[in-house]
């Protein structure tokens, strides 16, 4: 990696790949960053960032349930819209007895050609 006599860090002029000022600052144990201190606030070892990308909710299943449904394709349907649309009725009859049992469903569809 070519600094080009700049500081990785704020690409202010340096002849070491972190200039001094830079060096003197935190290091984020996380992103290895080098920062002043008002980017650190209530964990001290981790930048505002990091503690903010931790913090995100991610969703999962209910449960951990994950349900796949095998619906047999028809012969003559050349598309997956035409194969959606030809088995609505057992698609939507699928999700409502998910819906039902689990008081929630959601749709995602991977098609796979055997």
């Not at 003197?24 to 080098?34: E, I």
């Not at 606030?41 to 990308?53: E, H, I, P």
């Not at 951990?64 to 047999?72: A, G």
């Not at 699928?94 to 050609?113: F, N, P």
Request: proline content about 3%.
């Amino acid at each position: 990696m070519c600094t080009c006599g700049r500081c990785i860090n704020c690409n202010l002029p340096s002849a070491t790949p972190l200039c001094l000022r830079c060096l003197a600052n935190q290091q984020c144990v996380l992103c290895h960053r080098h920062l002043r201190s008002h980017f650190y606030s209530n964990n001290f070892n981790q930048c505002n960032a990091c503690t903010k990308k931790q913090q995100t909710q991610h969703r999962a299943s209910v449960g951990n349930i994950v349900n796949e449904v095998i619906i047999p394709a028809v012969r003559g349907i050349d598309s997956f819209d035409a194969f959606v649309s030809n088995n609505s009725g057992v698609i939507g009859a699928v999700l409502g007895d998910y819906q039902r049992q689990y008081r929630y469903a959601r749709e995602t569809s991977d098609l796979s050609v055997t």
